[in-house]
């Protein structure tokens, strides 16, 4: 392993390394889905959270959360092999506080589940081969699966608020439906993906039951704008084919002062 180069992210400059075969040489040469920054920057405006990131691949979440709040509280879930080494390596060597990762793919249920991609670290891995193309599918992984209702105790010792976010690659209701506890106990701020469902991997179903479910719950549903972080509110996930609102902000109702600033 060695340090590669440095990224700067707002005010802060990350120690980027490279590890074998020039692996994380690519994923941080700039910032990935800047307009989370401004999404960040309001929420921590408002409050302190404990940042709840499931998928974490290389670390691209992090830095920013890291960039907005220096001590801000992660905890990361990530089942691929060489994803969690790479970001453990990424908080070590960037002194990271309070970060941890956590090596699991989380679900509604819990197991061991086969882990699909076009290759070791490919970003649009699945848990549901259904989801991607057979005859494309080169690398293969076992991994445990839990839930992260599972991990209820360890989140909610933090007492402090959450922000839990989401990228799965078309699963996202799954990781939901396993963490309905905490999400019913802590009213979490949740970001998470919704793909246009013309992908072979999304069911448009499953946008129907996420809007569902957390209108159910008394939450406001925002689109969020990938050119300039601002949001949108919205009353269904329908999304056949837009991929300039791929991400969503899903807040509770007695909480949306926390999000005027990007209205």
């Not at 490279?18 to 690519?26: A, H």
């Not at 699945?126 to 599972?150: A, G, R, W, Y």
């Not at 608020?161 to 939901?176: C, N, S």
Request: hydrophobic share 40%; glycine share 6%.
């Amino acid at each position: 392993m060695r340090t590669g180069y440095t990224l700067k992210v707002l005010n802060t400059l990350f120690r980027i390394p490279i590890i074998e075969n020039k692996v994380g040489f690519g994923y941080h040469q700039s910032i990935t889905e800047p307009f989370l920054l401004n999404i960040f920057k309001e929420l921590y405006r408002h409050k302190d959270f404990l940042f709840v990131d499931v998928g974490v691949n290389f670390g691209q979440t992090l830095l920013k959360l890291k960039a907005v709040k220096h001590d801000a509280s992660y905890i990361g879930f990530e089942p691929i092999g060489l994803c969690s080494y790479y970001t453990s390596l990424l908080i070590k060597v960037n002194s990271l506080l309070d970060a941890r990762i956590i090596r699991c793919a989380l679900s509604d249920s819990q197991g061991v589940i086969i882990i699909y991609s076009h290759g070791e670290g490919d970003t649009r891995s699945t848990i549901i081969k259904e989801q991607i193309e057979s005859n494309n599918v080169s690398f293969q992984e076992h991994v445990p699966v839990l839930t992260l209702d599972i991990f209820s105790s360890l989140i909610l010792e933090h007492e402090k608020e959450i922000i839990l976010k989401v990228d799965v690659e078309g699963a996202e209701k799954l990781v939901f439906e396993g963490a309905d506890n905490v999400i019913t106990l802590k009213r979490p701020v949740v970001i998470f993906e919704n793909l246009p469902f013309t992908l072979s991997r999304v069911k448009e179903k499953d946008q129907l039951d996420i809007a569902n479910y957390f209108l159910g719950k008394s939450y406001l549903l925002f689109s969020i704008e990938q050119a300039n972080g601002r949001i949108a509110n919205i009353t269904n996930l329908y999304n056949k084919d837009n991929f300039s609102s791929l991400d969503i902000l899903a807040i509770p109702r007695e909480k949306k002062d926390w999000i005027s600033g990007l209205l």
